[in-house]
């Protein structure tokens, strides 16, 4: 199957979620993106996290965070997330999160995420069944770069040529 492998949500920063200067909080920047993320995963890829979770019995959960705050989001600004999958191993996977402006030529922030992929029953890691497997092996995108600062320099300097 061919999928969109860095599918795009186009959201407007909400004054509720602006400090006094009217800038988003950053907290809030990681909401936006993990909430875009799964937006694109139901959307583009037919995966629901609740239904998985309660069908298999299998989650992925948040094992670490790489964050780089690059420009302000400001209140009632348009943004673009783009999401995508950099890295899949046995038993977890790594997203990456770009935060664009509205015209997608200044990066505001990039994250990576780590999840760890658990059977809730037992709640220890376990291995992707092979279905799940071949999915992922179908989402999954390259990238040059080696690690997260070599990545956050490429895309600043680079925009999304």
């Known amino acids: 199957m061919n999928y969109n492998k860095t599918p795009e949500s186009r959201i407007r920063v ?6 006094p200067l009217g800038h988003l909080y950053n907290t809030r920047f990681l909401e936006y993106m993990l ?30 965070h790489q964050i780089s705050y690059l420009r302000e989001a400001k209140r009632n600004e348009f ?34 995420t780590k999840f760890l992929h658990i059977d809730l029953s037992i709640k220890k890691l376990v291995p992707h069944d092979s279905e799940m497997c071949a999915k992922l092996e179908n989402i999954l995108i ?3 770069q080696n690690g997260f600062e070599e990545r956050v320099k490429f895309l600043r300097n680079n925009g999304l040529k």
């Open 14 to 19: 909400r004054f509720k979620d602006c400090d």
């Open 142 to 144: 390259s990238i040059e």
């Open 79 to 112: 943004i673009r997330i783009r999401s995508s999958m950099i890295d899949l191993g046995k038993d977890y996977i790594v997203n990456e999160y770009q935060m664009w402006d509205d015209d997608l030529t200044t990066l505001k922030s990039l994250m990576w």
């Open 35 to 64: 909430e875009s993320r799964e937006d694109h995963i139901i959307d583009h890829y037919g995966l629901n996290l609740e239904e998985y979770a309660t069908v298999h019995g299998r989650a992925w959960i948040v094992s670490a």
